[in-house]
């Protein structure tokens, strides 16, 4: 059966244009966008707040429109505290990975906010969405994470804006995760943030600011045309 567009089909209309102040507004809420620890205040996110910021989330650009995405929503104590005995097993996994200063300076990191943070996001991608055959995804499968993980982004800054700081927790066996929050095989766990209001942030990145690495320069990641020769 060929396929018809319906009469209500979205036409093109003027493009909207933005101010200097909305453009920098955007520009600082990037700029000011920073991965959460011990700041987080004990009082729940507002539902009208959490419901725009999930809105963003679900806004995100996704490869033929198969918007992969899912967002469980932890409050649950008990829950909560699985969840962070898992990550405990797994940094104390990592910790032995580093040598020297290095692993003393990993130790006094502060990588997670699970239990002080009111609300836990894990953000999913059912790459069964779509079909067998989804358009923009038939020669790189990897495009409905890479679509997953732009509406983490988009929910991150709605949250800067909304003043709810966001920590994501990288530091899981993926297996544990899965068998605490009930996800089907087929899903792929993209993320684990951590949400809750704050009132004081870094004025840098920490990793930056206790000298773990440098932050690079723009300019050294730009490249015209290609890779840059040797």
């Given at each position: 059966?060929?396929?018809?567009?319906?009469?209500?089909?979205?036409?093109?209309?003027?493009?909207?244009?933005?101010?200097?102040?909305?453009?920098?507004?955007?520009?600082?809420?990037?700029?000011?966008?920073?991965?959460?620890?011990?700041?987080?205040?004990?009082?729940?996110?507002?539902?009208?707040?959490?419901?725009?910021?999930?809105?963003?989330?679900?806004?995100?650009?996704?490869?033929?429109?198969?918007?992969?995405?899912?967002?469980?929503?932890?409050?649950?104590?008990?829950?909560?505290?699985?969840?962070?005995?898992a990550f405990l097993r797994a940094n104390a996994e990592a910790e032995e990975m580093f040598d020297g200063d290095r692993r003393a300076l990993y130790r006094s990191l502060k990588l997670e906010g699970i239990l002080t943070a009111p609300l836990n996001i894990c953000v999913t991608c059912d790459r069964s969405r779509g079909g067998k055959v989804v358009l923009g995804r038939t020669h790189n499968r990897d495009m409905d994470?890479?679509?997953?993980?732009?509406?983490?982004?988009?929910?991150?800054?709605?949250?800067r804006a909304e003043g709810v700081g966001i920590g994501w927790v990288s530091i899981f066996r993926p297996e544990d995760l899965?068998?605490?929050?009930?996800?089907?095989?087929h899903v792929e766990i993209v993320a684990y943030l951590c949400a809750g209001y704050v009132d004081d942030l870094y004025t840098k990145p920490e990793l930056e600011a206790r000298g773990w690495r440098k932050r690079l320069e723009l300019e050294s990641v730009i490249h015209e045309n290609g890779w840059p020769a040797l």
């Open positions: 059966m060929p396929l018809t567009i319906p009469a209500e089909a979205a036409v093109p209309q003027p493009a909207r244009q933005f101010d200097d102040r909305e453009r920098q507004t955007l520009y600082d809420i990037i700029d000011a966008r920073r991965d959460v620890r011990n700041e987080f205040r004990p009082d729940p996110v507002d539902p009208a707040a959490l419901r725009r910021i999930l809105a963003a989330a679900h806004a995100a650009p996704s490869v033929g429109l198969m918007q992969p995405w899912d967002f469980l929503l932890i409050r649950d104590p008990d829950r909560r505290a699985e969840v962070h005995a994470l890479y679509s997953t993980v732009c509406a983490v982004q988009n929910l991150w800054l709605a949250a899965r068998g605490l929050l009930g996800i089907p095989d």
